[in-house]
C-alpha cells in the first residue's frame, strides 16, 4: 500500500436501501487504490445488516473517533450537514456523493465516483471554505453540536401561536420579529431553509450572514443581510414558555427567556470542489433556471 493515498471517513444515508450498488461501486474504487477506510458504525450496520453487504477491511468508529484525509458523506445535503457537525472544526475537507434529489452541498453524481477519487488520489482538486455559525445560550447546554454550516432557525412549538423573537445586532436593538419563526443562515445555507421562506440567494465567500422571518405578522418585515463579524442576541418570548432551535436541522428545545447569541464560528468547513466545478451553473441547473417548464411532464393545452 502507498503510504501516501490518502485515508477516507465514509458516513451514509441508513433510508436508501435501493443505492446499494453506489456504496459497492465506492468501496471497490477505494480498494483499487489501496486506501485506508473507516465507516461510521451506524452506516456500517445498516450496509452490513440491513443490505447484506460483504465489507471487509475496513475499520468502524463511533462518534469522532476517526482519522482521515476526506470524509465523503453518501446521502444529500441532510446527510452531507451531518457529515460536517462529525467533522466539526478538524478541517477534514467533505466530499458529498448525491443520493438525494437537490444536492446543493452533496453535488457528486454517484456515476462519476470512480472519476472523483481518482481525482482525490492524484490531488486534482480544490477546496472551498464556508462560514459556520455558533450558537451559545446563557442558561442552557446544546444536546448536539452548537455549529450550523447551513443555518439556524427559532422556530415556536406545535401550537397556533407566534413567538417574538427580540433581535439585536452588535448591541444595538434591530426588531422583535412576530413571526413563527426566524432563520439565521450562511451563503451556503442561503438556498436552503431561508429560500422557501422568501431569502435571497447568497454566494458562497460574499462574508454576510442573513436573517430571514418565518411567516412573519408583519408585511413591512424583510429579510436583512449582515456582515459575519456581527454578534446577533436573540430573546424569546411565546405562550408555550418553551421554542425550539434548529441548527442545521438538529432540533433543540430552549425556555423562554433565555438569550441566544450567534457569532461565526472559529472555524470554517472544507468542501472538495472539482477544478471543473462552477457555482453558477450548478445554481442555474438546481433551481432549473432557463428551462422552460412547458417541457416538464407534457403539454397540458
Keep these: 500500500m502507498n503510504n501516501d493515498t490518502p485515508r477516507f471517513a465514509i458516513f451514509g444515508n441508513t433510508y436508501q436501501a435501493k443505492k446499494s450498488a453506489s456504496i459497492r461501486n465506492l468501496l471497490t474504487t477505494l480498494n483499487r487504490y489501496g486506501a ?6 451506524e452506516y456500517y450496520t445498516f450496509l452490513t445488516h440491513t443490505l447484506h453487504l460483504l465489507i ?14 476526506f470524509a465523503i458523506s453518501m446521502g444529500g445535503d441532510g446527510t452531507f450537514l451531518r457529515t460536517a457537525a462529525r467533522v466539526g472544526n478538524r478541517s477534514i475537507p467533505l466530499v458529498g456523493i448525491n443520493m438525494g434529489r437537490l444536492g446543493f452541498l452533496a453535488d457528486v453524481n454517484p456515476c462519476d465516483v470512480e472519476g472523483c477519487i481518482h481525482s482525490l488520489v492524484k490531488g486534482n482538486y480544490e477546496i472551498e471554505t464556508r462560514e459556520v455559525i455558533e450558537v451559545k445560550t446563557d442558561g442552557e447546554t446544546f444536546k448536539e453540536s452548537p455549529y450550523a454550516l447551513n443555518d439556524v432557525a427559532i422556530l415556536k412549538r406545535d401550537d397556533a401561536s407566534m413567538i417574538s423573537i427580540r433581535t439585536v445586532i452588535n448591541g444595538h436593538y434591530l426588531t422583535t420579529y ?3 419563526g426566524l432563520i439565521v443562515s450562511t451563503p451556503t445555507g442561503s438556498t436552503a431553509y431561508s429560500l422557501s421562506n422568501g431569502g435571497p440567494i447568497m454566494v458562497p465567500g460574499t462574508h454576510v450572514f442573513l436573517l430571514t422571518a418565518v411567516a412573519p405578522h408583519s408585511l ?3 429579510p436583512i443581510v449582515i456582515g459575519h463579524d456581527a454578534e446577533i442576541e436573540l430573546k424569546v418570548s ?6 425550539l432551535v434548529a441548527i442545521d436541522g438538529r432540533s433543540e428545545h430552549c425556555r423562554e427567556g433565555v438569550t441566544l447569541t450567534l457569532r461565526r464560528a472559529p472555524f470554517d468547513v472544507n468542501i472538495v470542489k472539482s477544478h471543473t466545478d462552477n457555482y453558477f451553473r450548478t445554481l442555474r441547473n438546481k433551481m432549473m433556471w432557463g428551462n422552460d417548464l412547458r417541457d416538464l411532464g407534457g403539454n397540458n393545452g
Aim: proline residues 3%; hydrophobic residues 35%.
Design 36 to 41: 485506508p477506510v473507516a465507516i461510521d458504525r
Design 238 to 243: 411565546c405562550r408555550s414558555k418553551h421554542f
Design 56 to 69: 471487509e477491511h475496513v475499520e468502524v468508529f463511533d462518534d469522532d473517533r476517526f482519522d482521515a484525509d
Design 220 to 222: 413591512n418585515v424583510r
Design 178 to 180: 412576530e413571526a413563527d
